[in-house]
Every structure is written in structure tokens, then in C-alpha cells.
């Protein structure tokens, strides 16, 4: 199973980019799907996260400005980020909650990371 994340780049604020995350491999079934983020210097913490019923949750400093979605047909988790600030600046990382075909048991895994610069 992999996770791999895109949609990063150089932003000016004001921006709205759309990171996505496409879960691969041998999958039962997917669980809740998180945008986690890490700021240089400041610990990794949850953006976003979406269960496989659609129920979202948001840290406050993105509410309001960013919208998590979910293809549960293709694997796939969007994180639409709207009014971007410099503060937003940050490597993003999904993570999902995966059971593979090969074993009863779910496991969270990672994807690599895409970085968003925002420049003011």
C-alpha cells in the first residue's frame, strides 16, 4: 500500500492550490483519511482529517479556509486550501487508516510530503 501526494508548489497568498492523495496497492477498505502538516521548526500537526462517511474535522487556523473531500471509488482524499497565508507555509503529509487485502488488521500510512510555499 502507498500514499502519494501532489498538488504542492509556490503559491502567492491568496491562492487556492488543491493537494490530493491517491492510496494504491493491494486495499480492503479505507478508514479515515488525514492532511497532517509540519511547519520548519514547529511540530507535525493535524490539518484536516474525513472519515469514510464523509465527517470532517479542521484545526482552527484552517476553518473556514480549507475543504477536505474524499473519492472513496478511486482512494483518493483533495484538500482544497483557499486565502492561503504565509503561515501556511508548510510540508503537507496524508495519512490514511488502510486495511490491505493481505491481513484483518488497519494500519496508518504514509505518503511523502508535498511542500507549499506561500509568499505574501
Known amino acids: 500500500v502507498q500514499l502519494q501526494a501532489s498538488g504542492g508548489g509556490l503559491v502567492q497568498a491568496g491562492g487556492s492550490p488543491r493537494l490530493s492523495c491517491a492510496a494504491s496497492g493491494y486495499i480492503y477498505t479505507i478508514n479515515t483519511m488525514n492532511w497532517y502538516r509540519r511547519v520548519a521548526g514547529k511540530q507535525r500537526e493535524l490539518v484536516a482529517a474525513?472519515?469514510?462517511?464523509?465527517?470532517?474535522n479542521y484545526a482552527d487556523s484552517v476553518k473556514g479556509r480549507f475543504t477536505i473531500g474524499r473519492d472513496n471509488a478511486k482512494n483518493t482524499m483533495y484538500l482544497q486550501m483557499n486565502s492561503l497565508k504565509p503561515e501556511d507555509t508548510a510540508v503537507y503529509y496524508c495519512?490514511?487508516?488502510?486495511?490491505?487485502?493481505?491481513?484483518?488488521?488497519?494500519?496508518?500510512?504514509w505518503g511523502q510530503g508535498t511542500l507549499v510555499t506561500v509568499s505574501s
Open positions: 474525513i472519515t469514510s462517511g464523509g465527517s470532517t
Open positions: 495519512n490514511a487508516d488502510i486495511r490491505s487485502l493481505d491481513s484483518t488488521y488497519y494500519f496508518y500510512y
